[in-house]
């Protein structure tokens, strides 16, 4: 059967860990207690998240993705990637990653949020991540219903696609599992569908798992210590 695995997901604001919540940036929060460690970086989350069998982290620098700026990436993120060799990183600068050259065990997210539409052609050597509120993509002009952009994006047979329910991060209301079903019966198969938001529990992994859903990103259930699993 299907494997399910778990991402780790850590966001980075002003070089701190934060909490994201609801896509509403204007909300996160530095993260200050996690079942983790007592003292709350980024290399003392990345080594506990080792320890305990994790082999992909995703990492968003919001520094990056917001302003452009590059100082969390070079000063902190970049460092950890090389101490953490074993571990594949999923990392999220905004539109910076159609410039830079990634680590060999780093992969740049691509944001729809920060792109056109067009713009999904010029993604195939990166993970696209479809940025979601309700059941549309948002792109930098306006949203765009998940139902238009599929049928597109599956003809450019991408390895790689996750889906970030943005208005479910941090909640703790549950995914949207009918946009989980979705993709995973529209782009299942040769590709690797990943979705995030809304992860509650151990039971929300099992739903995902039955969908097709082959990973999940997380962060407040980690934290919190509901979930300490790499794979179901």
Request: hydrophobic share 45%.
């Amino acid at each position: 059967m299907l494997k399910l695995k778990v991402i780790p997901v850590i966001d980075m604001f002003r070089g701190k860990i934060v909490l994201a919540f609801k896509g509403v940036r204007e909300k996160y929060r530095e993260l200050k207690n996690t079942v983790l460690t007592e003292n709350i970086d980024l290399e003392n989350i990345v080594e506990a998240l080792y320890g305990m069998g994790f082999e992909e982290v995703y990492i968003a620098d919001l520094d990056a993705i917001v302003h452009g700026k590059t100082e969390t990436l070079e000063e902190k993120i970049l460092n950890i990637v090389d101490d953490f060799s074993n571990i594949r990183f999923l990392i999220d600068v905004g539109v910076l990653g159609l410039q830079l050259k990634p680590p060999h065990n780093v992969d740049w997210v691509i944001g729809t949020e920060y792109l056109s539409f067009n713009d999904l052609l010029r993604l195939k050597p990166n993970i696209l991540s479809l940025d979601m509120f309700g059941n549309n993509v948002i792109f930098r002009r306006g949203p765009v219903a998940l139902l238009e952009i599929v049928p597109k994006l599956k003809s450019l047979k991408p390895k790689e696609v996750l889906a970030i329910f943005l208005d479910r991060v941090g909640s703790l209301e549950g995914p949207n599992y009918l946009a989980a079903k979705y993709l995973a019966n529209m782009l299942g198969g040769n590709c690797r569908v990943i979705v995030g938001g809304g992860v509650r529990d151990k039971g929300d992994l099992y739903v995902l798992k039955l969908l097709g859903i082959n990973a999940a990103l997380v962060a407040t259930a980690i934290h919190r210590g509901v979930i300490n699993t790499s794979e179901i």
